[in-house]
């Protein structure tokens, strides 16, 4: 027998996929082997478990929240930009791209893959003897659940698409239409549905040392986010509110949930592998394991990260690629704990091999996944200083371009920040204060000013920007400004404050390159992506967005 960790494990289901590990930290023990046909697999409970494990992966890959999704295609909105002068590498940041975009046809096969993995799981395991019909149905709903993210992005990202919800058996499955976007709502619903009935609860999985699966309470808030996100563009079916409450409520009542006491605290736990169940519902477990020739990593940090451009191997090495809006730097209020953690006024200067502090507004970092930071905060405002720094990922030689960062997929604070906006959409802002309340109290802010913020329409707007404050760099702005149906709006302003700001002017247009996404923004076809090229010619039931031929 051969012991491989759960993360790492190769297994190839009817489609040829590979499928590596998720965030169980348990270890399995299987025999040496590169392929399993579905056929034959799925004789007993390891084996189940194997292959749940697979499916987790395809939420961990580069092509779906390694990178693209939350980094490469959320960059270009109020909370980040492309940070490089001279070229368009990331073209959907700049709403430069097209069908023919690879990026765009690595994230729709990603996730694909990953229906076809949970589909092949859903449908051979109610078959496997030797398990209690309890055991099934959790596995099931746990699959189910994974299922239902992939289809959340897919929906979110591209409107209609084929909805397959059977296992793939060959060519010709491929070729089906795009289900409107109520219809893959609807799908998504029913698994989250049998997912929260069937799932166990957070405490159960804390009493079983299950580290980093889903949950009933998770189903919930996934759920929640379904039914917030149906009640803006494109459907505008207000009367989701009620529901996205409900299910809030469900998350809220659950006793193992809350804040964590400090905000820093919560993203220094993601960086460090540490989980945290009271605050996050859900997150995707990284864990660098490179140097063991294994491909089990993430890029937070690194290309969304404090620049430090010094060394290779053994730094924290952080290309820095997203750049940090002006407009979240001046949004924060005074003496609000987020901003120091969210906003990085400092970089590693690799002529000097120490740190500098940087006062262009225009070139700050997104510090909330920090790979490094100052060691003495106090010698970096002291010129001339070698200022030491510290690694915070728990590892020896950290690699260069790969991090075991971890990544939220949703917190608490998300579900009372929802919770707050379905009640003022609902009802008005008279009982929404108190849920808006407890994430400024985690910031160290009172309060807010009901004067200010003192009806239906000005809470709307104060939940927007508290958004931005709490989730920034999460990979939730850009559906936020598509659902809200401001997204073009928002760039219009943000290209406001960008000229306003007195770095800009001072520049004579050197930073003409951070009002990209401003400028190409095209509200007729750039709230959805384009299908892959590919994707089109080999679906001969599938026609192109309109907006896109």
């Not at 987790?56 to 980040?80: I, R, S, V």
């Not at 009542?253 to 820093?264: R, S, W």
């Not at 491909?295 to 290309?319: C, K, L, M, S, W």
């Not at 927007?464 to 928002?490: A, M, N, P, S, Y």
Request: aromatic letters at 12%.
């Amino acid at each position: 027998m051969k012991k491989i960790f759960s993360k790492i494990t190769t297994l190839a289901l009817p489609a040829l996929m590979l499928l590596a590990g998720t965030a169980c930290n348990d270890f399995l023990e299987v025999e040496p082997t590169t392929s399993w046909n579905n056929d034959n697999f799925y004789k007993n409970a390891q084996e189940v478990q194997l292959g749940l494990t697979g499916i987790y992966n395809y939420l961990g890959l580069d092509d779906t929240y390694g990178q693209l999704l939350p980094c490469k295609f959320h960059a270009g909105t109020d909370e980040a930009l492309y940070s490089r002068h001279t070229n368009e590498g990331w073209p959907v940041s700049l709403y430069r791209h097209s069908p023919a975009n690879l990026d765009i046809e690595k994230a729709w096969y990603a996730l694909y893959r990953g229906v076809d993995a949970a589909n092949n799981f859903i449908a051979a395991v109610p078959s496997t003897p030797e398990m209690e019909a309890k055991q099934k149905n959790e596995v099931v709903a746990e699959a189910r659940f994974l299922r239902a993210l992939f289809y959340l992005d897919l929906v979110r990202w591209w409107g209609p698409v084929p909805l397959r919800l059977e296992p793939t058996k060959d060519i010709d499955a491929n070729n089906i239409p795009a289900t409107s976007v109520e219809g893959v709502y609807k799908a998504i619903i029913d698994d989250l549905t049998f997912a929260y009935q069937n799932l166990p609860s957070a405490q159960e999985q804390a009493a079983n040392k299950q580290i980093g699966r889903a949950n009933k309470t998770a189903a919930h808030g996934i759920l929640a986010r379904v039914y917030i996100t149906m009640a803006g563009y494109p459907l505008q079916q207000t009367e989701m509110f009620k529901l996205a409450a409900a299910h809030c409520d469900s998350v809220l009542l659950d006793p193992l949930y809350h804040l964590n006491g400090a905000y820093n605290k919560v993203f220094r736990n993601y960086i460090t592998n540490q989980y945290d169940p009271a605050e996050t519902l859900f997150e995707v477990n990284f864990q660098n394991l490179r140097d063991q020739g294994l491909n089990e990593h993430g890029r937070h940090g690194n290309i969304n990260g404090v620049q430090f451009t010094y060394g290779g191997d053994g730094y924290p090495y952080a290309y820095a690629y997203m750049q940090l809006s002006v407009k979240l730097k001046n949004i924060y209020e005074t003496g609000d704990s987020r901003y120091d953690w969210n906003c990085a006024s400092y970089a590693y200067d690799k002529k000097k091999k120490d740190i500098k502090r940087i006062t262009n507004e225009l070139k700050w970092w997104p510090g909330k996944f920090r790979r490094w930071e100052p060691s003495n905060w106090a010698d970096v405002d002291t010129p001339g200083n070698d200022e030491p720094y510290e690694v915070l990922e728990p590892m020896a030689a950290p690699d260069k371009n790969f991090t075991g960062v971890n990544f939220p997929i949703i917190r608490y604070a998300d579900v009372l920040l929802m919770r707050a906006e379905a009640e003022n959409e609902m009802n008005g802002p008279g009982n929404a204060y108190t849920y808006l309340n407890k994430v400024r109290d985690r910031a160290g802010l009172g309060e807010v000013n009901k004067t200010r913020v003192n009806d239906q329409v000005t809470f709307r707007k104060e939940i927007q920007d508290e958004r931005l404050r709490e989730l920034c760099f999460e990979g939730v702005r850009k559906h936020d400004l598509i659902r809200w149906g401001i997204l073009g709006k928002t760039l219009e302003e943000l290209n406001m404050e960008i000229e306003a700001s007195g770095d800009f002017k001072a520049s004579n247009l050197g930073y003409t390159h951070l009002l990209r996404a401003g400028e190409n923004f095209d509200a007729s076809k750039h709230l959805m992506l384009p299908y892959p090229l590919q994707e089109v010619a080999n679906n001969n039931q599938l026609d192109q967005h309109a907006e896109w031929q």
